[in-house]
């Protein structure tokens, strides 16, 4: 292998000779007194070569050892993956002694626990990567044993194990092709960089992936395989919002990765999950959760890795037939770590130092999301939504652009919501779903649905637009000087606002809105601001719609359906039919 020697140390960023070739993104080892810190090659230019050390690099000097693995940034992928809490570089946080992994130490990420392989496959059976050729239960999911995916040929099963216990480091089958024999285990090895793509083909994506967020589902679905991004300034409720998506979404399997982000929001998770109970299965949520910490607090240079650990781990599972939903907070911080090693590299800055191809970098990630069929007819998909924080809150800035030329669901937090506590903050107008657009390819797979979906959203907003006008005119003009119209249309507006896009994600009932209910509540409030109202003066308006707001939020707060709920709404039957106006 390629050996090299350090001849300059900039930060992290380390300028080595080297005595053979080496290739993009390779891993190397730098000696360190009696450890070896792990570094990727990130430019190479005739025998100079420029490698990021993935951790703190005081004390190394110019001159030390490097070793060259020839290969690039690769992760465990096997049973074991689900429920872990990893780093950034796929070392599990729970096998670490304190707090911290000491520099130069790296876990196993799997382990070594037995698990019963049963085969699904035969001797003689044509094989390629990916093929599925067993299953073990690993916690309540079937996790298929495949094909490695490296393995592009044809081949024949030439054996494959019985079915009964063995481990990760077992080999279950041999495959051969004329000229090779393969031993496969029933974990394998794959490059985060590099997209897992064996399956057949990647459709549009057409069916909505609930998320239990009224402000998302309702007027801007995201669908499963799309792709969403949630800016919005610190403080805006980012992070609060992708943890009731990860909570409430419905996905046979989250994967969270924080990136960069403070530690305290992380250990949140870590101690909350294992209590909370999903409401559709009745298992604990962190059975379904595998999270990839990479915090503010850990090395920079390991952001970047953290987000393709997730997405990789994702792509592993959607391999198997599984619905994955993978969330990253914040994705501004993998640019930054982006941005200070493209300095570092003295490389020509793009807009706000960030590097040039940071729209190229990004559109290529949330591309690897999506609806996919596998060459075994089963379908998969890997639905992603990333934060981003744009500084001060500009939309105009290189992350934000870029993202929103990547992803197909805009949801913008506005600091204005946020100030006055209407959480969540999502813009009602300025947020977009993509797939919104294509109404027909949008299945929301229940009866309960009305084909006029995009009508009713289309004249929800509406509603929101007319009431900012007529909140507008009413601040410019004074309560006495406007039509009481205006005060309805205002009163309207946030009667959409305070029952469909407000949502507590603190409220045990209010936290998750399934789409049956969603349907029901956006029905019912439409219903409600068509009615014809009677009123003499504008006093007489507010009070009455503050009180109608309050019973409708009562209902939101209730058991769907609940004796509780039908009562708020008889409660509001009764106050409409006072107002009514008679014919
Ligand atoms: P960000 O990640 O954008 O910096 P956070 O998600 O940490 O912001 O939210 C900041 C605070 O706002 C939270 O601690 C919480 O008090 C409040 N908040 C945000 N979203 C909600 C929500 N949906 N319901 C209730 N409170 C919220
Ligand atoms: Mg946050």
Not at 67 to 81: A, D, K, Q, V
Not at 160 to 184: F, M, Q, R, S, W
Not at 401 to 428: M, V, W
């Amino acid at each position: 292998m390629t050996k090299g020697k350090i001849t300059s140390i900039i930060s992290n960023l380390l300028t080595i000779n080297v005595d053979g070739p080496v290739g993009q993104n390779e891993i190397c080892y730098v000696k360190h007194n009696d450890v070896e810190l792990r570094s990727e090659v990130i430019k190479v230019f005739g025998d100079t070569v420029y490698a990021q050390v993935f951790e703190s690099t005081s004390g190394v000097k110019i001159g030390s050892e490097v070793n060259f693995t020839g290969s690039m940034l690769e992760i465990e992928l096997g049973p074991g993956l689900l429920s872990k809490n990893y780093d950034g570089l796929q070392n599990d946080l729970n096998k670490m002694e304190s707090i911290y992994l000491k520099r130069g130490e790296y876990t196993y990420a799997l382990d070594d626990a037995v698990y019963e392989f049963a085969p699904t496959a035969k001797v003689g059976d044509q094989v390629t990567g990916g093929d599925w050729i067993g299953e073990v239960s690993e916690k309540w999911i079937n996790h298929k044993i495949m094909v490695p995916f490296a393995f592009t040929a044809y081949g024949k099963i030439k054996s494959i194990a019985k079915k009964g216990p063995y481990t990760n480091k077992d080999v279950i089958a041999v495959i051969e092709t004329d000229t090779e024999e393969l031993e496969v285990k029933m974990s394998q090895k794959w490059p985060v960089k590099v997209p897992i793509r064996n399956y057949k083909n990647k459709p549009r994506p057409f069916k909505i992936l609930e998320t239990g967020q009224r402000a998302i589902d309702t007027l801007n679905p995201i669908t499963e395989g799309g792709t969403g991004f949630i800016p919005g300034p610190f403080g805006a409720g980012k992070t609060v919002l992708q943890h009731a998506i990860a909570k409430n979404g419905e996905a046979d399997l989250v994967l969270f990765t924080a990136c960069g982000e403070r530690a305290n929001e992380v250990v949140e998770i870590f101690k909350e999950f294992p209590e909370l109970v999903d409401t559709r299965t009745g298992r604990k949520l962190a059975e379904r959760t595998t999270i990839i910490c990479n915090t503010s607090n850990m090395p920079v240079a390991a952001r970047e890795a953290s987000v393709y650990v997730g997405m990789t781990i994702a792509e592993y599972y959607r391999a198997m037939g599984l619905k994955v939903l993978l969330l990253a907070d914040s994705t501004s911080r993998w640019a930054q770590a982006l941005r200070e090693m493209s300095n570092r590299l003295e490389e020509l800055p793009g807009p706000d130092a960030f590097p040039m191809d940071l729209t190229a970098i990004i559109s290529n990630f949330y591309s690897r999301a999506g609806f996919v069929h596998l060459n075994n007819g089963e379908t998969g998909s890997v639905t992603f939504i990333g934060t981003v924080s744009p500084a001060g809150g500009n939309l105009k800035e290189p992350v934000t652009e870029s993202t929103r030329k990547a992803a197909r669901c805009f949801y913008a937090l506005a600091q204005g919501r946020a100030d006055s506590k209407r959480y969540p903050a999502i813009e009602p107008v300025d947020s977009y779903s993509k797939y919104l657009e294509y109404d027909e390819f949008i299945d929301y797979s229940n009866e309960n649905i009305s084909q006029n979906w995009v009508e009713k959203v289309n004249q929800t907003k509406d509603i929101v637009l007319k009431g900012r006008e007529a909140a507008d005119q009413i601040s410019i003009l004074g309560d006495d000087a406007v039509p009481l119209d205006y005060h309805q249309q205002f009163w309207k507006s946030e009667v959409i606002d305070f029952v469909i896009l407000q949502q507590d994600a603190f409220d045990k009932i209010d936290m998750n809105c399934p789409i049956e209910r969603q349907v029901y509540m956006l029905e019912y409030v439409l219903r409600f601001c068509n009615e014809s109202l009677d009123f003499e003066a504008f006093e007489e308006i507010s009070e009455f719609y503050k009180k109608a707001i309050n019973l409708m939020k009562q209902m939101n707060y209730s058991e769907f359906n609940s004796k509780e709920f039908k009562k708020y709404e008889q409660e509001m039957e009764h106050k409409i039919k006072e107002r009514r106006t008679e014919y």
